[in-house]
């Protein structure tokens, strides 16, 4: 072999890497229809095979986009129901602060006016506890006055008056008292 390689190296002309004559070129011709033919028969061997493989392949990518988009418009469906119930619950929090405010404020009014009337009415007793005691204590007053006044009434009558002088006021008073019963 290596004797051939020396060989074709003398019969190239001087200069040159390698020399195109007619062999040269009926080589690459032969190559050339070599490379067709195994092109051609190739692609019919796997030009089917291939192409059905690259359709399945894109079918399966386009299905995972159409599955992706899908749950993608799904989950933007659950976003804006969500944030539709954050607000719905929002509205509804304050709703029920609003009604706790108002209710709260009409508890306040009617224990305040719970409050007014039962001080009233403590006011009022006390009052009028006040009047029956200014009334009781201006009674025993009165008694207790009157009380001490006839017993210096009688202490001065006893030491001013005399026993003839007694008897006489006596049956006077007896008189008049009998005299009032009489009239009733």
Known sequence: MYNKIIFLAESVPKGRVFAIDTQTLISIGIQLLNGIILAVALGFILYKPLKNFMQKRTERIQSQIDDTDAKMAEAKELM?????????????RIEILE??????????????????????????????????????????????????ASLMAEKYIAQTIDQETQNKIFNETLAQMEGAKWQD
């Open 80 to 92: 804006a129901e969500y944030n539709r119930k954050i607000d719905d619950i929002s509205k509804e």
């Open 99 to 148: 009604d706790a405010r108002l209710k709260a404020d009409n508890e306040r009014k009617i224990i305040l006016e719970e409050a007014r009337q039962e001080a009233d009415e403590i006011k009022k007793r006390s009052l009028e506890s006040v009047l029956a005691d200014e009334k009781h204590l201006l009674e025993e007053t009165r008694l207790t006055i009157i009380e001490l």
